[in-house]
């Protein structure tokens, strides 16, 4: 198989792009705190390496091009498509941009940009009203936003997937880890049983099957950062 040309070095698109997609996320997010600007700040730093390697310099290519080339000599992995290394790797010949990975692609990115942004609406009412957010996707898991963070870096990975934001993933998923925990002590010091029930209630990062049916948490609020 052989696809366009080579399309690296395209350094104005690096720029453009992660631009965007940061402001894009910062516009959901809204960071306020030290803390805040930390974990946004790791999430741009996964974006810019990935965008880096997508229109810049594809270093996963060429660090692994010996081995893809002898798996998969009909590909020209010098070529932009070739980046898509799951189609390739598994099959899919025509335009990667409608493959089956980077239609998960898109859905694991939307709906990550989504849960931020819906989240940080409930967070901002609830914040304002000085209670709990527990509606929308707060009644589904206590930190929505860095579940939203974590989908669209996985969405990413399907599409485009480096050495670089490989390795960079399981760090800032452990990074969120940490943070929702520093998080819930904070909460508990504050606020006490009302947040245990919360807790005890709604789970932190995969939401319960049976919350798409059954009924939401009770309705006791506090104010709280996701």
């Known amino acids: ?17 992660s631009i965007i997609f940061v402001l894009f996320a910062y516009s959901f997010f809204k960071p306020q705190t030290g803390r805040d600007w930390r974990s946004f700040g790791a999430f741009s730093a996964f974006l810019v390496a990935l965008f880096t390697e997508m229109y810049g310099f594809p270093l996963t290519i060429y660090f692994l091009s010996g081995w893809f080339q002898s798996r998969y000599p009909e590909i020209d992995w010098f070529s932009h498509d070739a980046g898509h290394l799951l189609e390739m790797m598994f099959g899919w010949r025509m335009n990667p941009h409608f493959g089956p990975f980077h239609v998960l692609s898109f859905i694991l990115v939307g709906g990550g940009f989504w849960m931020i942004a819906a989240a940080w609406r409930v967070l901002f009412e609830a914040q304002r009203q000085r209670k709990l957010a527990k509606t929308g996707p707060y009644s589904y898991v206590r930190h929505p936003q860095y579940v939203g963070f974590v989908l669209v870096m996985l969405g990413f990975l399907v599409q485009w997937p480096t050495l670089l934001t490989l390795a ?10 940490r943070l929702a925990r520093t998080e819930e ?19 932190g990062f995969i939401p319960r099957w049976g919350r798409f049916f059954g009924s939401g948490p009770a309705s006791d609020e506090t104010n709280r950062r996701p």
Do not use: C, Q
Request: proline share 7%; no cysteine; aromatic share 18%.
């Open 1 to 17: 198989m052989s696809t366009d040309a080579p399309a690296y070095g395209l350094w104005s698109l690096v720029i453009v792009n």
């Open 168 to 177: 960079m993933f399981p760090v800032l998923v452990f990074m969120y880890v």
């Open 185 to 203: 002590k904070e909460a508990i010091a504050s606020f006490g049983d009302t947040y245990r029930s919360y807790m005890a209630a709604v789970p």
